[in-house]
């Protein structure tokens, strides 16, 4: 960063100046984490999770028998059978812009009903995780994490001459930012617990000080250089001055939280070879950032769309992305609900962890809601109808679990997702295209 300025400082001098505060914006991001604000009396803080799973669904394989509470699990959510009483499972639901991949997942937490019509026109909104983070980034140190088991591509055209922002990405910042997502575990771990190369207590307070140091100098060095400065600089410095503030205030964060004991977890060294272990990974560090209250908003894609991974570890040794157009061939569509429920399988274990970390008066598990599925039902026609959808956790008691409702008038994702910014305190006009609200008694008690 330099300064234009009426005296003849040198942007030598300038840089020399800062110094340390070229980094801010990278130490921003890595200060440790030591977690666990006290919560107010009564009130179990609320978190909320995505989980996206790509290329559809064999819906077959996914639907539920039986409405209200006495439904019956599908063979895909049979694997969400421990956790029944913490599941609403959403049918009739369809997506806010039903075009092919790029809307699946461009649309999944935007609600949005179009987007770019080429490779550089890039549109969509807002995200829900992205309005959240808004407002919970007043209480954490991370605002938001989105992750991803592949790696970033926002640039190039994708699926139907669009963006690859749309299938890799599901977390946007404003309607023209896409935000990319994280898929080496070791830059979510310095992202959340800073280089310091494990969680231990010792190992986080000690680089703890060291990132005190150097704001503490920063603040000197600005406030010299002010002086020296006109005063339209001046004003420029006051704004970069502002976000030093909120480093401090995130560092007084962690200060005030460095008696939580968290387990150990060494940092890790890359992204693993292999997919289960690699996803064990990522799904360690999200329970991490969620037990020590680091964030309380996560997006992670299961996988993109059109992935092309294959799964022969289960018995499917065809690309998922071309399986998914299976031409209703009976033994196609059944490797593909192989995927799906192995998927669900996968993530039910991590369910599992949430349900046995206590939180307060309750679990992880009991203050969560976890939006979980797909924007495309019928992979193989690109259908947008009846997305395959749940809701798992007991949403800090906010929803009523324990049921399949079945939505007969087409509503979208978008109201949705205005439904589930109003049950998580954080209530908005409208996300996307959205109309309105879901009737409120089918997500709560009443």
């Not at 898929?183 to 617990?193: A, G, I, Q, T």
């Not at 920063?218 to 704004?239: F, H, I, M, S, T």
Request: aromatic share 6%.
């Amino acid at each position: 960063m330099s300064f234009v300025t009426s005296k003849s400082l040198s942007r030598r001098t300038v840089l020399r100046g800062l110094g340390a505060s070229l980094a801010l914006p990278y130490l921003d991001a890595m200060v440790p984490a030591l977690g666990g604000r006290l919560r107010a009396a009564g009130k179990p803080v609320h978190r909320f999770q995505t989980v996206y799973v790509p290329n559809g669904m064999a819906m077959e394989y996914w639907t539920p028998k039986g409405e209200g509470r006495t439904f019956e699990l599908s063979p895909i959510m049979q694997p969400f059978a421990p956790f029944r009483d913490k599941l609403i499972v959403l049918s009739g639901l369809r997506a806010s812009w039903n075009y092919i991949h790029a809307g699946a997942s461009g649309s999944f937490l935007t609600g949005t009903p179009r987007g770019g019509r080429n490779e550089v026109e890039i549109i969509a909104d807002v995200s829900m995780d992205q309005l959240l983070a808004r407002q919970f980034a007043k209480e954490t140190q991370v605002s938001s994490l989105e992750l991803s088991m592949d790696r970033p591509a926002n640039a190039g055209a994708c699926t139907g001459n669009l963006s690859c922002a749309y299938t890799h990405t599901l977390s946007w910042k404003s309607a023209t930012q896409p935000l990319p997502m994280e898929y080496n575990p070791r830059s979510v771990f310095e992202k959340l617990f800073g280089d310091s190369g494990s969680t231990d207590r010792r190992a986080r307070e000690t680089r703890l000080r060291q990132h005190r140091s150097i704001l503490d100098s920063v603040n000197a060095k600005l406030a010299g250089l002010k002086r020296e400065l006109g005063p339209q600089d001046q004003q420029r410095v006051d704004e970069y001055a502002e976000s030093i503030r909120d480093v401090e205030r995130r560092i007084q964060l962690a200060e005030e939280q460095r008696d939580l004991e968290l387990p150990t977890l060494e940092q890790p060294q890359g992204v693993p070879p292999v997919f289960e272990d690699h996803l064990a990974l990522m799904l360690d560090l999200q329970l991490l950032a969620l037990q020590s209250d680091l964030t309380r908003v996560i997006s992670f894609m299961m996988s993109k769309e059109q992935s092309a991974r294959p799964y022969p570890q289960i018995g499917v040794p065809e690309a998922h992305h071309p399986l998914s157009h299976h031409a209703d061939v009976p033994e196609l569509v059944a490797h593909m609900s192989k995927i799906n429920r192995y998927h669900a399988e996968l993530f039910a274990k991590y369910v599992g962890r949430l349900q046995k970390t206590q939180d307060g008066d309750g679990t992880l598990l009991d203050h969560m809601t976890i939006l979980y599925g797909s924007g495309i039902s019928n992979s193989n026609a690109h259908s947008g109808l009846n997305l395959p959808i749940v809701l798992l956790g007991g949403g800090a008691g906010r929803l009523k679990p324990g049921q399949h409702i079945v939505y007969d008038d087409d509503p979208t994702m978008a109201n949705l997702l205005v439904t589930l910014m109003d049950k998580l305190d954080v209530p908005v006009e409208r996300v996307g295209g959205s109309t309105g609200k879901l009737p409120i008694d089918t997500l709560a008690g009443v």
